[in-house]
């Protein structure tokens, strides 16, 4: 059947480091969706946390729905970045773009808070959403790897939730953590992580409460790990130290190893192999279409 889509009208420009503009390409979604956009999730102080959602209102049953994280090293970035998401609607899923405090607005652990609210959002919202709360996957990149998995990996642990209030259980499907930092007590002094970690990276506990590798035992929702092996910025040990660690918790995870891959930088051929791993993760998971 001929797929139609419609493409989001509100298009928004954004200054870069340089101070040049960058003009980012609309979300094309299909025509049975509806889009809200720049929807506040949670306010704090003067600071409103935004997000973009896609979902399907006429769909017979909820859908799974997938939360994408930008990167940017918690110090930029911007959710208009990310509009790669014809596989997810394809497969029927929802797709909410999450935007969260950076580092000149809040040091740690005020994003993870933010995602956090994000994904209690989804709960409380997911009726008239129409998503399957039971569905959920969370999905980012090098920090957005990071708060991924923090906040997939604590579960029903409310430490971070100060901001937000949801009394129900929060059960998270899968998170697709692509060359995300799981362990920052060794990166404490690498320039993003030690801004970011602010007077906190004097202090392990605090860096190890703010670190997913700490938050792995044998409830952790499924993992898949996505990493290059010369990656310069994220250490590829990073993604090796959780890998082993799902593992010695029995945790269902694949560890996508990309060789010679740098920080997000991977061939089309390396792209392709990784978008079909991806899916077979989530078929396993029973989490595409008509599953």
């Known amino acids: 059947m001929k797929r139609y889509f419609v493409v989001v009208l509100t298009l928004v420009f954004f200054l870069d480091l340089s101070g040049q503009e ?12 509806e889009a809200k956009i720049d929807l506040i999730y949670t306010k704090i102080d003067d600071w409103e946390g935004r997000m973009d959602i896609y979902f399907n209102p006429v769909s017979q049953k909820p859908t799974p729905i997938v939360i994408n994280i930008h ?5 930029h970035g911007v ?4 509009t790669g998401f014809s596989s997810f609607f394809k497969e029927g899923f929802a797709v909410a ?22 994904l209690l959002y989804l709960h409380k919202h997911a009726k008239e959403l ?41 059960k998270i499907a899968a998170i697709i953590d692509k060359y995300g930092p799981t362990d920052l007590t060794l990166l404490k002094n690498k320039g ?4 970011w970690l602010g007077d906190g990276s004097k202090n392990r506990k605090f860096i190890e409460s703010v670190s ?9 929702p499924p993992v898949l790990i996505v990493h290059g092996t010369k990656d310069p910025i994220i250490p590829y040990e990073q993604s090796s130290l959780l890998y082993e660690k799902l593992k010695a918790h029995n945790v269902k995870t694949e560890f996508i190893s990309i060789e010679e891959g740098v920080h997000g930088k991977f061939s089309k051929e390396q792209r392709l192999m990784l978008n079909k ?15």
């Not at 997913?212 to 952790?220: E, F, G, H, T």
């Not at 791993?277 to 599953?291: A, D, G, H, P, R």
């Open 22 to 33: 960058t003009k980012y390409k609309p979300v094309k979604y299909p025509v049975t969706y």
């Open 71 to 75: 990167g940017g090293g918690w110090n």
């Open 79 to 82: 959710k208009e970045s990310k």
């Open 97 to 118: 773009n999450v935007e969260y405090r950076l580092v000149n607005i809040s040091k740690a652990p005020g994003a993870i808070e933010d995602i956090r609210c994000a």
């Open 130 to 170: 129409n998503i399957d709360p039971h569905k959920i996957v969370i999905m980012g990149g090098s920090a957005g790897g990071h708060l991924a998995l923090m906040a997939g990996l604590l579960n029903n642990n409310r430490k971070f939730d100060r901001n937000c209030i949801y009394d129900g259980n929060i």
């Open 192 to 195: 993003s992580v030690k801004k």
């Open 212 to 220: 997913p590798l700490y938050y792995v035992d044998k409830n952790s």
């Open 277 to 291: 791993k991806t899916w077979s993760f989530l078929e396993e998971l029973e989490l595409k279409k008509n599953q």
